[in-house]
């Protein structure tokens, strides 16, 4: 295949004896240096080579200007803003940092395409008065501000000129419209050279009179790289640009038109691919590619209309891809060292004496502290151990200890709100992570240039006065993090090509595999920030959306032109902003498909396969045998043997092998802890009567106690965390009206004539269970909240500070009780009784719940009925009842503690 550059070195060397004279001015560096490849490859003799440079460096030679850096732009455009005298209220940096970039894309907009600067401010400034026509009262300051803002926006655009050209400094349409401005200049020293462009299509104003410029010496040439078949539609979107300029060019108006060849219209072999996400897309690509041989991968490229696909595609390709060569960086933002960074940053934007504790654990769990500091996750067990929510400098150095003083003073000690000091600290984490890390890994190359960006910070901030500040930073560093990359090296002329599609001008590839062929993508649509209004674009001649699809369409199919094999592969799925809708390019090629043409489509679907979810099983070995005894020697607890009711599995994990959910730091009150807060509170103030008759006059002298036991209990099991406001201040009150309700509930039965002795409160019982078939001893134990004696009956009650139902403690079926867990608070009072029986003899004893959010229906009594609705219930503890409780009890034992009956999940 002759590539388009070939065929033009072709022409040139037909036509011209010597071309080392000439200057080659194509649309970007790498195309300049696939043409040098191609001369050189073509060349049979020693020569001098021609000057091959990319249009903008010739227009930074033209101008004598030095196109300027994004980040110093913006610096010195907020010098620039904040000397414009005409605008009298100016914003600090990081608010003028948030709409800045748009109104610089829009100056350069306009100084491309060579717009009258004080026109277009006026008809700008006009139109934002208009928006504002409408207010009838007088206009506020805000309103006064915004309008004065826009009218003097001209003044502003004046001093950023100055300021950057006093320094040989300018943005880029800055730079070409004073290269336009100096062509005679140029004309007149260098206007007799031989000027040569190659690949070019759409043009700014600028451009177009810089080349009809120099077309007019006789002495330049333009080689357009278009197909006859699109230029010669008049319809097709792809030729719109280059027709245009030979129907409006002098030039072209004398001379002959261009002879633009057919290639677009020989056999191609394309295919349209729909993938389901972006992950099926690279792998995909992967499988598509793992076949080809060197030969073929040597002429293939790879084209990223969604550049963000950069790092999926690396990882997808496959091993016979030894050697590849992306031409666009990997943005600094994607990398997590940077997120460390700027999570840090923003630690510090509000400096105060605590730190909330998520912020410190987001920082401690990040990847980088295991190479800051020594055991970084014992700092995160203690700080959710200890439950604290704002934590000091003071109380991080005593948690981190000696040996991560130092690392802990530089990430949270007082920064003072300085930039400096900032930039400073950030260095000094940057130095010790490539002293702590050894080996040349791709996050010590993200280090050394994270080094740089805050390097190039500390000289912006020792010059400018107005980064003083730790915000100024964070939002200096947010800005510059996505716009500085990381360079892959590779061979650029030799092995797999990976690309993004403005970097494809001018070159063309035999197998073409382009990703993310979406409408929205390519071509992009309506995006793109700007102050400019569409009349507003139209009236002084400014690109249009429809223009900006234009040079999307001829990319698109500049590409095809000379290829052979042609693979098309988008996205179909809807997300977000994401539409899941194919380009309406791949749409136009199914239509509008010359006969040579092959058009095949696939799907890429992910395999489906429903998997039957098959519970696990876990056997019980030695050692699990040796854990079940010793566990069977100290206790089964009721909550233990419910626990195995409600899914085997968990009591495996939990009691076999000791594993509970991990501690974390509790913001609002948990269900179990207010649980445990009100059993103490209860244990704390029922404790002294235990023995004695409960007195009405006693019961009121506890409600004054309420309060402090409560708040004591609180800090003991809510630990540092603070009560004194919000959820956990209603759950302190909740958790108080808890305690007191209990006690009205007392006082009212009393006064009903009823007695009530407490005999024991927050008792530890326990007692053996035998059982013959096991051969080591078995107890059950556990730690019942209450046994009084309520008109000389034996009650045994449960707290619970959930919500209870009189129905969850009734049973029909005895077998029910250790097969669903619905049944658990009937076992476990029932357990708590069959222990109290040991200790305690009565002829009449009941068991039950007191549910606080439930309170209303008093004591719910454990009952046995003979009919699930209707019938008789008994709800006295015989005999007969913890017999039957006895046998299930000894049943779900036996089960767990047989050594065949392996522990099977339940699945539900």
Not at 233 to 245: C, L, Q, R, V
Not at 297 to 320: G, H, K, Q, R
Not at 391 to 402: A, C, F, N, R
Not at 898 to 908: G, H, L
């Amino acid at each position: 295949m002759l590539t388009f550059l070939e065929e033009t070195l072709l022409t040139l060397r037909s036509k011209h004896e010597k071309i080392s004279d000439c200057i080659f001015i194509l649309p970007s560096k790498r195309a300049g240096g696939f043409l040098k490849h191609y001369l050189q490859k073509q060349t049979t003799k020693t020569a001098f080579a021609p000057i091959v440079i990319s249009i903008e460096e010739f227009i930074e030679e033209l101008s004598n200007l030095k196109i300027i850096p994004p980040d110093e732009l913006l610096i010195k455009s907020y010098k620039a803003y904040l000397q414009t005298t005409g605008i009298s209220e100016k914003e600090n940096f990081e608010e003028y940092a948030s709409w800045a970039n748009a109104l610089l894309n829009d100056f350069s907009e306009m100084d491309r395409y060579l717009v009258g600067p004080e026109a277009f401010f006026n008809y700008l400034s006009s139109i934002k008065t208009l928006e504002k026509w409408g207010v009838k009262d007088e206009q506020t300051p805000l309103i006064k501000n915004y309008l004065e803002f826009w009218s003097h926006l001209h003044e502003f655009y004046i001093q950023l000129n100055n300021l950057l050209g006093q320094e040989q400094l300018g943005y880029q349409g800055m730079v070409y419209r004073k290269a336009a401005e100096d062509m005679e200049h140029y004309l007149v020293h260098r206007g007799n050279k031989k000027h040569i462009f190659i690949g070019f299509n759409a043009l700014n104003v600028a451009e177009q009179q810089i080349m009809q410029d120099l077309l007019e010496t006789g002495h330049t040439e333009v080689y357009w790289d278009i197909d006859a078949h699109f230029y010669e539609d008049n319809e097709h979107g792809a030729s719109m640009f280059i027709k245009s300029y030979i129907e409006s060019w002098k030039y072209y108006q004398r001379s002959s038109t261009i002879e633009a060849p057919n290639n677009y219209a020989k056999a191609k072999n394309i295919t349209i691919v729909t993938a389901q996400n972006n992950i099926s897309q690279a792998k995909y690509l992967g499988n598509l590619i793992a076949d080809y041989s060197k030969e073929k991968l040597d002429s293939t490229v790879i084209v990223l209309a969604d550049e963000a696909l950069l790092i999926p595609v690396l990882n997808s390709l496959p091993p016979n891809v030894v050697q590849a060569n992306v031409t666009m960086g990997l943005s600094l933002d994607s990398f997590p060292s940077t997120t460390f960074f700027v999570s840090l940053l923003k630690l510090h934007l509000k400096p105060s004496g605590n730190f909330y504790y998520k912020t410190v654990v987001a920082l401690l769990n990040h990847p980088l502290s295991q190479n800051l500091f020594n055991r970084p996750e014992s700092i995160v067990y203690k700080i959710s151990e200890q439950n604290i929510i704002h934590i000091s400098l003071q109380k991080l150095i005593k948690l981190g200890g000696s040996h991560n003083k130092e690392i802990v003073e530089i990430l949270f000690g007082d920064w003072e709100n300085k930039g400096q000091q900032a930039i400073k600290n950030c260095r000094r984490l940057l130095q010790k992570l490539k002293s702590n890390a050894a080996g040349k890994t791709i996050e010590r190359v993200v280090w050394q240039k994270l080094l740089e960006v805050f390097g190039r910070m500390l000289v912006l901030s020792t010059t400018y006065s107005f980064l003083d500040e730790v915000s100024t930073i964070y939002s200096l560093f947010s800005q510059l993090t996505p716009i500085t990359s990381l360079d892959f090296e590779g061979d650029a002329y030799n092995g797999l090509q990976i690309m993004g599609v403005l970097e494809t001008r001018g070159l063309d590839f035999e197998n073409v595999i382009m990703l993310s062929v979406n409408e929205g993508t390519l071509p992009a649509g309506k995006s793109g920030a700007s102050f400019i209004t569409y009349d507003l674009k139209k009236q002084f001649g400014l690109p249009l959306y429809t223009e900006k699809d234009a040079v999307y369409t001829y990319h698109f199919y500049r590409l095809l032109h000379r290829t052979k094999n042609a693979t098309l592969v988008y996205n179909s799925f809807s997300q977000g902003l994401t539409s899941g809708e194919k380009s309406r390019f791949l749409l136009q090629l199914e239509i509008e498909k010359p006969p040579e043409h092959i058009l095949n489509f696939e799907i890429v679907a992910s395999p489906v396969s429903i998997l039957k979810k098959t519970p696990k099983q876990i056997k019980k070995n030695d050692d699990i045998m040796n854990r079940l005894k010793e566990i069977a020697g100290k206790s089964f607890s009721p909550s233990s043997l419910t626990n195995y009711v409600r899914n085997p599995i968990d009591f495996y994990y939990q009691k076999i092998l000791g594993i509970n959910q991990a501690e974390e730091v509790e913001e609002t009150v948990a269900y179990n802890t207010l649980g445990n807060i009100v059993h103490n509170a209860l244990e704390t103030l029922y404790k002294p009567f235990e023995g004695d008759l409960l007195q009405i006059e006693k019961l009121i002298g506890l409600k004054a106690q309420i309060a402090a036991v409560v708040t004591v209990q609180f800090q003991k099991n809510f630990k540092e965390g603070s009560f004194a406001k919000g959820k956990n201040l209603i759950i302190f009150e909740v958790a108080k009206r808890y305690v007191s309700n209990l006690i009205d509930l007392d006082i009212n039965e009393i006064e009903a004539g009823h007695t009530i002795k407490i005999l024991h409160i927050e008792v530890s019982l326990e007692t053996e269970i035998q059982m013959p078939e096991i051969n080591f001893p078995v107890f059950l134990g556990g730690k019942v909240d209450r046994i009084d004696l309520y008109n000389d009956r034996l009650r045994i009650i449960d707290y619970k500070t959930g919500r209870v139902q009189q129905g969850e403690v009734e049973l029909v079926d005895w077998n029910i009780i250790t097969e669903d867990y619905k049944y658990s608070k009937a076992f476990q009072v029932l357990a708590y009784a069959l222990m109290t029986r040991e200790e305690l003899s009565f002829d009449h004893m009941e068991a039950g719940i007191i549910s606080f959010k439930n309170l209303h229906s008093g004591f719910l009594k454990f009952a046995k009925r003979d009919k699930p609705r209707g019938g008789t219930k008994e709800t006295a503890i015989t005999e007969e009842i913890l017999s039957e409780f006895t046998l299930q009890l000894k049943k779900l034992i036996l089960e767990i503690c047989d050594p065949n009956i392996p522990f099977t999940e339940k699945i539900v």
